[in-house]
């Protein structure tokens, strides 16, 4: 049976007209998407002063959090070489014999938290300490050698922590022949319980300025929906839908968002570039390599879609709460 060939075109026309009206729907979304950004953003370059105004609160709000987790951040890797450096020091008593030393050393070597000892016999000892304190007559009159033998004990690389340091010096000091073992750490310690502190305390702070910027947001936008009352109650009675009426609003949230994530940026930079030539220097009079840490390019993406998803927030709260007291049917009824 032969096939009529004009079926063929009659049937990809059918399909492509029953794909039409999805691709319709789809292409008039995105133009009225398009179209209400572009309405809400020349809306904002209309009124520049407000505009700047809500968008400089914005950015003062989130700029301080996020400088003080970039302070942090480099307080934290300075702390970190700090800890890499800690070494124990091991001293033993001063009858213990140099065999027994060295015993004490290969027990200790084979911890598996001990990266490298270094055993530094009394003599060695003395004749370092009379080389270098200037004191050869004062030290000719000692009846003996004053200095014990002694331990230089770097820890490994996965013990370099406040804890991890303070286990190896309990170990360390509960062998038989160790007298004293020294480790600064309790500066360490309290460097990080501070450091921790600051970090919540900081993690709260940008808690309670996030809320800020959403209220800002909130009551920028419902003076907003005020302002153009009578445009949502025609949109309304036209039968526009609750998604219709609230995107404009929405997209507002949005661009104050945006605009206030650049000026956090901008004010970042601004203050890094300030005060990196003091603390430079400050940090070279102690011989410390400490420096702020800016932004990167992905933490300032970050920041911008932040302030931009509660942009959209704060619009979303306020839209929530104050487009449903307008209705058609208040104007109706007056």
């Known amino acids: 049976m032969a096939t009529d060939p004009s079926r063929k075109p009659d049937a990809a026309r059918g399909a492509r007209t029953a794909r039409s009206p999805w691709r319709e729907q789809a292409e008039s979304w995105l133009t009225h998407h398009r179209k209400v ?44 070489g700090w800890e890499s450096s800690a070494r124990v020091t091991a001293y033993l008593n001063l009858d213990v014999s140099l065999e027994k030393a060295r015993g004490l050393a290969d027990d200790i070597r084979a911890d598996g938290r ?75 310690q309290r460097l990080n319980a501070m450091t921790d502190l600051l970090a919540r305390a900081v993690w709260v702070l940008a808690v309670l300025l996030a809320s800020a910027v959403v209220l800002v947001i909130g009551n920028t936008v419902r003076l907003a929906i005020e302002s153009r009352r009578d445009e949502i109650l025609v949109a309304k009675l036209v039968g526009g839908t609750d998604a219709f009426v609230r995107r404009p609003f929405l997209y507002t949230g949005a661009w104050f968002g945006l605009g206030g994530g650049v000026v956090a940026w901008v004010l970042l930079q601004l203050s890094l570039w300030w005060l990196s030539g003091p603390i430079e220097r400050l940090a070279g009079l102690y011989r410390s390599d400490f420096s702020l840490n800016g932004l990167s390019v992905d933490g300032a993406l970050a920041l911008i879609i932040v302030a931009m ?15 449903d007291d307008i209705e058609p049917g208040d104007v109706a009824g007056g």
Do not use: C
Not at 309 to 323: D, M
């Open 37 to 80: 950004a572009r309405d809400s953003a020349r809306r904002l370059w209309r009124t520049p002063v407000a505009s700047l105004m809500t968008w400089t609160v914005m950015g003062v709000a989130l700029a301080l959090p996020v400088a003080l987790l970039l302070l942090l951040t480099s307080l934290q890797g300075v702390s970190a």
């Open 114 to 188: 001990v990266s490298a000892l270094e055993l530094v016999d009394r003599e060695q000892a003395l004749a370092e300490f009379r080389a270098s304190s200037g004191l050869e007559d004062a030290l000719d009159y000692l009846q003996g050698n004053p200095l014990p033998h002694t331990l230089l004990i770097t820890p490994e690389e996965s013990a370099r922590s406040a804890d991890g340091v303070q286990g190896l010096v309990q170990f360390v000091g509960g062998l038989d022949g160790v007298e004293r073992v020294q480790v600064d750490l309790g500066w360490l």
């Open 309 to 323: 998803l509660l942009g959209w927030l704060g619009a979303w709260v306020a839209v929530k709460r104050h487009l």
